[in-house]
């Protein structure tokens, strides 16, 4: 492990290493500081259990339009850098609202300017998450590419570093922190992500765009992120690009006998390449997602969320007001929670790669049916007759869950390597991964409606399971779309 290191170090530099493990060790702990946000609106706001869910779903809309942050790095530089100046821009964003949030005490007490201040936190982590993922990208290019796969592990062993650490502690802080504390805690995670940002050089390149667009890591959301890219979509324009360098030495022949007057047209020049360049990248995105072979499958996947609403905030208060399972104990779920996706991602790429991906997506759809069923048994109290501790029903729901959940998403990341055409996977990957976002979105929306709809409130879970059971049905629903996935489409091929 250590040589491992040693060669990445030697390969890329020190700094860059540190500062690709530290953003996603940060997106991983973010579970510390998001747990006693859940605590926030719910013991201090007291907020009802739809209301809660809407602001979260609120402040985590940024993830949904990630593809917007890759096309403004990669087509607009600032002072001729593509990364580190957006990477500052992000991290401000995610630093500052903790501290506010901390420091002011009306803005932690209020729902609307509470729901901001964590709305522009989650702008910063999304578009920090693009582009760290694009400076990987480009690190690994040419002689150094056969690390890319090192530096992808490399990221993700500090996610779920970071969320079992941040899982582990945010309970513990709970008991023994004031709230506004553990804001400023988690503060400082991005307050050092500003000063390494400090520390890693980027080379000034030409203003003149690439339509090659970053991609995040995010499984939704709201624990840490998983992520993908391609640095081939720097080919797809470099035609276009030697032809408008071309035609600018040209105009530059022509103007050079101008009066003085007229200098002003190169900065009109450079406006009209930068826009012509945001164009490019639009029209070839929306080019290439119209074919079906690309907008069935993600339509597919868009529909898997958008019909199962959830209800995962409305369990949270339930667990804590009904069961009164303390916060360690909820921390210590999502630990298992981790191990259980770690598995996931195990099995599915030593048997199941192979298996055509509209059975494994019906064998997930079914089997979190049968999983949800579990929180109804845990509702009405039927596991206490049957002598199973509500303990052992979390963390056994919780593992199996997101195991299985994990068996859903790697089919995703299959077709999204399989189905975008050559040149432009990152710009689509990046897409999907939005979309998948936007779906878990609206579906804490319509968790929210629903828990609305049943009269479902702190202190009045008479028809919980009802809600239950209603998510139960829905999630047969997008078995009845399979069709959308290709019929051949397997983990090795599509």
Not at 215 to 240: A, C, M, P, Q
Not at 363 to 375: E, G, Y
């Amino acid at each position: 492990m250590i040589g491992w290191l040693k060669q990445l170090r030697f390969a890329f530099g020190a700094s860059f290493i540190w500062l690709v493990c530290l953003i996603y060790f940060t997106q991983g702990f973010r579970s510390f500081v998001w747990t006693a946000v859940s605590y926030q609106l719910k013991d201090k706001l007291k907020l009802s259990p739809s209301a809660s869910q809407l602001v979260t779903s609120v402040a985590f809309f940024p993830w949904s339009i990630k593809p917007i942050y890759g096309i403004l790095s990669d087509c607009i530089p600032i002072k001729g850098k593509k990364r580190i100046p957006y990477l500052v821009i992000a991290t401000l964003l995610s630093l500052f609202p903790w501290v506010i949030i901390g420091l002011q005490e009306n803005i932690r007490n209020s729902r609307d300017q509470l729901m901001i201040f964590l709305l522009l936190q989650n702008l910063g982590s999304a578009m920090a998450d693009v582009v760290i993922d694009a400076m990987i990208a480009e690190a690994a290019r040419l002689e150094k590419a056969k690390f890319a796969g090192d530096l992808q592990s490399v990221s993700w062993m500090a996610m779920a570093l970071g969320g079992i650490c941040g899982s582990l502690l945010g309970g513990y802080a709970l008991s023994n922190f004031q709230m506004e504390n553990i804001f400023l805690v988690f503060a400082v995670l991005p307050a050092v992500q500003l000063l390494s940002c400090v520390f890693v050089n980027e080379s000034s390149e030409s203003c003149e765009p690439k339509v090659k667009l970053s991609t995040s890591n995010d499984t939704n959301g709201i624990d840490g992120t998983i992520s993908d890219e391609d640095e081939s979509l720097v080919r797809v324009h470099k035609t276009k690009s030697l032809r408008r360098n071309k035609s600018s030495k040209q105009k530059k022949k022509k103007n050079i006998n101008r009066s003085n007057d007229q200098m002003p047209e190169k900065d009109v020049s450079l406006s009209s390449q930068l826009l012509q360049s945001l164009k490019t990248a639009g029209f070839t995105l929306f080019k290439a997602f119209r074919q079906p072979i690309i907008f069935r499958p993600m339509a597919w996947f868009f529909l898997a969320q958008v019909t199962m609403p959830n209800l995962s905030t409305v369990m949270f208060y339930y667990q804590t007001e009904v069961l009164n399972l303390e916060a360690s104990f909820l921390g210590t779920t999502r630990v298992i929670g981790w191990i259980g996706l770690m598995i996931g991602t195990f099995i599915y790429n030593r048997f199941l790669k192979r298996m055509k991906l509209r059975r494994i997506l019906m064998f997930a759809h079914v089997t979190l049916a049968l999983i949800t069923l579990l929180d109804i048994v845990l509702v009405t109290r039927l596991n206490v007759s049957l002598g199973v501790s509500d303990k052992t029903m979390m963390l056994f729901g919780s593992v199996i869950s997101d195991a299985i959940n994990q068996f859903k998403f790697m089919p995703f990341l299959v077709l999204s390597g399989h189905l975008c055409p050559p040149g432009i996977e990152g710009t689509l990957f990046a897409l999907f991964m939005s979309i998948n976002n936007l779906g878990a979105t609206i579906s804490g929306f319509l968790g929210a409606g629903l828990a609305s709809v049943l009269n479902i409130s702190s202190g009045s879970f008479d028809n919980l399971s009802v809600g239950i059971a209603i998510q139960v049905i829905c999630t047969f629903l997008p078995v009845g779309f399979l069709f959308l996935i290709p019929e051949e489409a397997t983990g090795v091929s599509a």
